[in-house]
Structures are given as structure tokens and as C-alpha cells.
């Protein structure tokens, strides 16, 4: 018998790397695709004798996969964000996560950040899509404002949103206000930045906001239609953590009211969606297809951290990006 890794809904893992050569070194390597929304029992059932996950952003790993699949000693997330993984239910089951270590994809998120703040702030896509339909001429329309004038809210102020931060503050002179129940205040001033209290105060204040938090229970649509009430008039909501953190509905509805005067979003609720999607008609709304991480660095590092954690744990060696570690270890039989 041999270790069986298996590549799930990944697109990019092993595009730019030898990563899969390192892996086949290790044991056999599939690749397998599953609908977003496939069951536990089914997903349990179609990655039956696999021992190692390496695991894209869909579909979900729930108690019930945990509960029907015996096979599986550690899961490895192909990026940051393990929302996707019921880690609970996993450490029960003996099951390790990992993760790529955040610094991995620091960088090429918070620039993805601020290519989509000064796209939505200058109107960039709409300016290029009226020069591509022969109206150059309408340039008057495409006014915007500059970031030294303006007040940027972060919510999470971790890896990525002190990273974004950063760059606004001494890249751009512009005022940034945070919001992060879970950071220091003196941390958050000692970077040059105004801390906020209250999500609230930060609602009130910002010009621009950009969400940066994990995906929790708590945090699950905490940009809803009350947020989007205490908002200022002509905010630019933008998004490169995760799409259920905005209410869409309430989105859309505050779009249309001309209240939200533009987002750009690299993370949509229920990705991935297609042309006919509610947001898809508005011209002031910019839509990326998840591609925060995706510079040839980051994925380069992330594909690295996947095949060393799989190579870490065969060789009993310490495992980077640990998220769960269960006390008592499921054994992996081959
Ligand atoms: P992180 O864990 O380093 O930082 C998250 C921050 O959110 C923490 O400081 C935490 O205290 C804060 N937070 C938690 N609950 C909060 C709340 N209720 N209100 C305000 N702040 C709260 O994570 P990170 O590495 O900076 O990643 C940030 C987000 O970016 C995650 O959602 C991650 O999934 C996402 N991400 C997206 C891409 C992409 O391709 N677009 C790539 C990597 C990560």
C-alpha cells in the first residue's frame, strides 16, 4: 500500500512548481473535482483511501465528511483562509489542518487591495470600457478623489490588514481608522493608525472601507443593511477577504440607492458565480474572480508550504501552518 495525496478543486496548485513531482515522490497523487456544495457523506465517499487533502476553497469538510471518512490524517488548505474546514469536527476525528502560512500571501493580497481601492476610486474599468466603446469623449465623467483627502477603514488588522494599512498610510498619507476587537490599541497607533472602538465608529468615519477579517459566526455578514445605514454617503466598500462577509442583498440594495458609490470584490457569497449574477449589472461594481494570492511568488510559496507540510509529517518534523493539531492523532494506515 502506498500514501495517497489527493488535489482537490484546486486550479492552481502545481501550475508554476514542481510541487506535483515532489509529491508523486511521496506516494500516489490525484486529482479530483467535486461540486461546491457536495455532501459530506458523498465527498467522504469519492476520496475514499486518501490520506493527505490538499484542499482548495470548496467544497466544505464538515463533521459529516469527518465522521465517514476513516482514511484521511491531515488536511493541507492550498492558501489561508480555513473557513471551509469544520476544524472542530476534525480535531475530534484525529485530523490534522494545516495551512499556508500567512506571510506566504501577505503581499500579493493587500496589492490586489489597493489595485481594487484606486480601480474603484478612479472608476478604472468603467474609464477603459467607454474608451473600448469609441466614447472617449465622456472622460469628464470620470472624476475621482485622492487618498491623502480621504478616511480609510480597515476591519482585521492581521497579516493582510496591517499590510494594506501600510501602504495607505505611507505609500498614500491617507488617514486610516481600524477596527480589530482582538488587537492591541497601542500595536494598531504604534503603525500609524487610528483605532476605532466600535464597528460603528468605523462605519461613520470611512470614506473607504476594506475588510480583512476571517470568516466566523461573528463576523458572517457584519456588512448588512444596518452597516450599510450608518455608512457615509458615497463609500467605496471593498473586499478581498471573504464574500459572505457582506450581506449581497443588502449590498445591492444600498447600490441601487446610490449610497454605496462603488465596490470592488475579489470574494463573492457563494463563489464561484457566473454572468447572470444580481452584481454583474452594475457598472460600479468591479468583480475579480478570487485572485488575491495569485502573483507568481505567492503561489510559488504556497505550492512550497503544501509539499513541506505532507514531506514534515512523513518525516515526523515539525509542521508550519499548523491550525489544528489533535491531542490524540488519527494513525496513518497503509
Ligand atoms: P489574519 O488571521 O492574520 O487576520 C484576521 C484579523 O481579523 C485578525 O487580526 C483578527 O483579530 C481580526 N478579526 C477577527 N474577528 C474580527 C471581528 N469581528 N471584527 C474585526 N476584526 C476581526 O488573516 P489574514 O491572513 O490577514 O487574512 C485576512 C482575510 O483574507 C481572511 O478572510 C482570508 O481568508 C482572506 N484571504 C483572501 C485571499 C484572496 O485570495 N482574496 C488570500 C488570502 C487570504
Redesign the pocket.
Known sequence: MTVRIAIVNSKSFGIYTNAIDRLKKLGEVIKVDVPKDIDGVELAEKLKGVHFIIASVTPFYGREFFENHRDVVMIVRH???Y?NIDVRAAEEHGVIVARVP?WR??EA?AE?TIALILAALRRIVEASNSVKSGRWHERAKYVGKELPNLTVGV???????SRVAGILINGFNAKVIV?????PKAYIERLGCTYVES?DELLKQSDIITL?????D??KH?INREAFEKMKNGVIIVN???GELIDTSALIEYIEKGKVAAAAL??VEGEPIDEKHPLQKYSNIIITP????YTYESLIGMDEAVVEAIENYLNNKPIDGIVVMPRKRRSLMI
Open positions: 492558501g489561508i483562509g473557513d500567512g500571501e501577505r493580497v490586489l476591519i482585521g488588522f492581521g497579516n493582510i490588514g477596527y480589530d476587537p482582538y488587537v464597528l480583512h477579517t476571517i470568516l466566523t461573528e463576523t457584519m478581498t477577504a471573504r475579489d470574494v478570487h485572485i488575491g494570492a
